[in-house]
């Protein structure tokens, strides 16, 4: 079992910047691909970025690419997501995943989740 909680959301201006963590638990926890996805009110969860077990491969949605950066530091059982030049369309709440697929995009392929934090961009 994983226990994942997330931090960083808030509330932020178009153009500006949050850097969301993932703490999880669990002694299996560096050995999971993890991800990150989001969803609005209303709406889809959908993916944003996902990270390898190693940390050295990782792959994002064509929305986030240029502007997020997914990362982690396994020996702290912590994995971030740096969110660069947010735009208001970026208002979601952010979870982070265990992935089951590497590749995958599917919040369907991941097994435990984080309870979400809110990030909110005004414009």
């Known amino acids: 079992q994983v226990q994942l909680v997330e931090s960083g959301g808030g509330l932020v201006q178009a153009g500006g910047s949050l850097r969301l963590s993932c703490v999880a638990s669990?002694?299996?926890?560096?050995?999971?691909?993890m991800g990150w996805f989001r969803q609005a009110p209303g709406t889809e969860r959908g993916f944003v970025a996902a990270i390898s077990w190693t940390g050295g491969n990782t792959y994002y949605a064509d929305s986030v690419k240029g502007r997020f950066t997914i990362s982690r530091e396994s020996a702290k059982n912590m994995v971030y997501l740096q969110m660069n030049s947010l735009k208001p369309e970026d208002t979601a709440v952010y979870y982070c995943a265990t992935l089951r697929q590497w590749g995958s995009r599917a919040p369907t392929d991941n097994d435990y989740w984080g309870q979400g934090t809110q990030v909110t961009v005004s414009s």
């Open positions: 669990g002694r299996t926890f560096s050995r999971y691909n």
